[in-house]
């Protein structure tokens, strides 16, 4: 048995009934169930539809994700998540570049590593190299003035504790950063790279090992075997190129507002809605949802 989610934006709503129905009918579906009125519902099939990519383009077409998952064990133990474009709205490293005056070329490095197009460690020691001599300061003034929180994150996050789930933030980005969004969100633990100082300046080297994409892998392996629990029990999200290993070994891999190339490799993609999509997925109710 399959599970079929709709669901579009929570700022927007205006999800259809009449579009929920159409495909509950033509798929010969279950009843429809509203997780939330006018953002999400579902209903559950026999078999997985072999025109989903087709109904999936026209669903985007009306600001509409559609997300077809198996029904047994949807609900998940653990959530392992990227940082930067997926708890936070940022890139922390493009932050510190533009206090570093370099934004505009570590912008288009980021991009590319993002987008698969670069080898991602050295695509973070070339950019960690232009923040030499950038003071440590900046770090606090960028946490406080240039990072917002991606929508939804902290409801995610606690919900999935609340049922008694585990949380990870495991970032490619560095430890200044994923110490407060941990702490700020919620999170039972977090990984990333670190910055190397000196005299109160970035050097422009990083930590090594640097953290990338084995490295989320790593994690994923670690996290479950100390938990006593399966990968099939991890929802995982990301958005990076660097995100795939652990995007691909997670029971459910989720790309969230992630690069086209990304998105390719994915079965569940959310353009639409914020992170609380992942708890609609994993079919919960806006009712169950932590305060």
């Known amino acids: 048995m399959f599970t079929v989610v709709l669901l579009t934006s929570p700022r927007t709503r205006g999800l259809e009934p009449a579009l929920v129905e159409s495909l509950r009918n033509a798929w010969g579906g279950g009843d429809a169930v509203w997780l939330a009125p006018d953002e ?8 997985m539809p072999a025109n989903r990519w087709e109904v999936w ?20 133990k653990m959530l392992l998540a990227d940082m930067d474009s ?47 001599g950038l003071d440590v300061a900046a770090i606090d003034k960028v946490l ?86 399966s990968e099939a029990d991890v929802i995982a999200v990301g958005d990076g190129a660097n995100d795939l290993g652990m995007l691909h070994r997670a029971g459910l891999g989720v790309a969230l507002h992630a690069k086209p190339v990304v998105a390719a490799e994915c079965d569940v993609r959310i353009n639409f809605g914020d992170l609380t999509a992942l708890l609609f997925v994993q079919g919960y109710a806006q009712e169950e949802f932590a305060a």
């Open 40 to 47: 999400a519902a579902e209903f559950s099939i026999g078999q």
């Open 144 to 229: 406080a003035e240039r990072i917002t929180y991606m929508p939804g994150g902290k409801v995610l996050v606690a919900t999935m504790k609340q049922a008694g789930g585990h949380a990870a933030l495991v970032s490619g980005g560095f430890t200044a950063f994923t110490e407060q969004v941990a702490a700020t969100l919620g999170f039972d633990e977090n990984r990333a790279n670190t910055l190397l100082a000196e005299g109160g300046k970035l050097t422009g080297a990083v930590g090594m090992p640097i953290l990338g994409k084995q490295a989320k892998v790593d994690a994923l392996e670690q996290i479950t075997t100390r938990l006593g629990i």
């Open 86 to 132: 997926t708890m936070i709205e940022q890139e922390c490293i493009d932050e510190l570049a533009d206090e570093a005056g370099v934004g505009a070329r570590v912008k288009e490095i980021t991009a590319r590593a993002m987008n698969g197009g670069l080898d991602f460690e050295g695509a973070l020691k070339e950019r960690v190299g232009l923040l030499q």
């Open 57 to 76: 383009e026209n669903c985007q077409s009306m600001g509409v994700d559609m997300v077809v998952v198996q029904a047994q064990g949807r609900a998940k």
